[in-house]
């Protein structure tokens, strides 16, 4: 079992930090989908942008389940131990280091995965946090500023020796962004190098993949950013996989055609919408201190739009589901006439998953032009349930 301080983290697979993304919403969702650990969206070090309205958001939410876990961003040492040490007296457990993350914004000011290109400065930074906190202190790297001076290898031994709990390697260096596909090799170079657990992070987009990256690799754990958008079933879909032998799986894929796993998804889906309009209408947007920037969004807005983003994320994850059972269909479709009774029906689920992408693509459009929480939730659940018929058809 992977240990982080005190906590002991039941399950391989967590949720990576995206901003914009992993708000308390999803992660609540993340965790009810079986997501082992969850980290909230980078927040900065920088004091005066420590109380900003988008801040508050992404501080940790004593309401949440343990470890809650804080992300800071930054590029200088006494800044982000005083960062470190605020996340921590507004109920963070455990404190992250962003140093992967790859963006313009923060890389200008040399945070973020330009970090790696100055050893000294992410010791310096490791030391001050680790050295201004009393709960364990987690860092996320990429494997280098560019391929000519990966040095994920050097980093990683940097932050064990300082007293760094937990790694996670996104298997990309900063040059290139989320081009090529990750390198496994280097993350797996990082595991045997350092006796913390290491999570590998990167392009893992399904169970049968996380399953491979952790026997290439030797990751403690795998973390799981883009795949997770829509679809936080992937959570319960590794655990599932990890905890029994890869045949056995073959009887849990395609879950979403079992019509019990398609009602739990349909309720998970309805309660997130929930969450995100409680979550954001009680949240306070606008900067309230003297001077402070008016952002022109009221709440109920803010929920609308954040509502927007994620549904529409299920119903990506849900045509991407279709279009697969359309491409396996079509080997075996033969015209009606000169069919066998299962090309028949064949041709008949490809009739019907055709009708579901439609549905899809006409509910996304729809949803897109709704605007307030009721309209989103009366949609949502007349089009859900709406759905599962025609679903279960198609199964
Ligand atoms: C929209 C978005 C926002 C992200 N924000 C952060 C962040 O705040 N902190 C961070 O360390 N990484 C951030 N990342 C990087 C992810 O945590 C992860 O390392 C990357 O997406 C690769 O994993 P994946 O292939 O599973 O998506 C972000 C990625 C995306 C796509």
């Known amino acids: 079992m992977i240990k982080i301080g005190p906590y002991r983290v039941s399950g391989r697979a967590v ?13 609540e969702v993340c965790r009810a989908s079986g997501a082992a650990l969850v980290t909230a969206e980078m927040a900065a070090s920088n004091p005066r942008l420590l109380d900003t309205p988008k801040s508050r958001l992404r501080r940790a939410d004593r309401s949440e389940a343990e470890p809650r876990i804080v992300q800071i961003v930054g590029t200088e040492a006494a800044q982000m131990a005083n960062a470190a040490r605020y996340q921590v007296e507004h109920g963070a457990q455990i404190v992250d280091i962003n140093m992967g993350c790859p963006a313009k914004k923060v890389c200008k000011r040399a945070a973020g995965s330009a970090l790696l290109r100055d050893p000294p400065l992410v010791e310096a930074i490791l030391r001050a946090v680790i050295a201004a906190v009393d709960v364990p202190v987690t860092l996320k790297i990429r494997t280098g500023w560019d391929p000519a001076s990966r040095n994920a290898v050097q980093i990683a031994k940097l932050a064990a020796d300082c007293g760094v709990q937990s790694l996670a390697v996104h298997g990309r260096t900063r040059a290139c962004r989320f081009n090529g596909a990750a390198e496994y090799d280097s993350i797996a170079a990082v595991v045997a190098a350092v006796s913390i657990p290491v999570f590998a992070n990167g392009d893992i987009s399904s169970a049968q993949k996380a399953h491979e990256v952790l026997r290439k690799t030797g990751a ?10 829509g679809n936080p079933w992937i959570f319960s879909e590794i655990n599932e996989l990890t905890n029994n032998d890869a045949a056995a799986y073959v009887l ?23 969450r995100i309009h409680s979550f954001y209408s009680h949240f306070e947007f606008g900067d309230s201190r ?11 807005d803010l929920a609308v739009k954040v509502a927007r983003k994620h549904v529409c994320w299920y119903f990506d994850q849900l045509k991407h589901v279709v279009a697969k059972q359309l491409a396996g269909n079509s080997a075996n479709a033969p015209g009606l006439a000169t069919g066998t009774g299962e090309q028949v029906l064949a041709v008949h689920k490809k009739d019907h998953a055709r009708m579901l992408n439609t549905a899809l693509e006409t ?27 025609i679903g279960d058809i198609a199964a």
């Open 363 to 389: 509910a996304r459009s729809r949803f897109n032009k709704l605007d307030s929480q009721a309209a989103q939730s009366d949609f949502l659940q007349h089009f859900l349930g709406k759905l599962r018929t």
């Open 290 to 300: 003297p001077g402070g920037q008016k952002t022109g969004n009221n709440c109920p």
């Open 220 to 229: 403690a754990g795998v973390m799981i950013g883009r795949a997770a958008r």
């Open 15 to 27: 949720l990576a930090p995206m901003a914009g993304v992993t708000d308390l919403p999803f992660r």
């Open 252 to 274: 849990f894929t395609d879950k979403s055609l079992i019509p019990n796993e398609a009602i739990r998804r349909e309720r998970l889906i309805i309660n997130h919408l929930r």
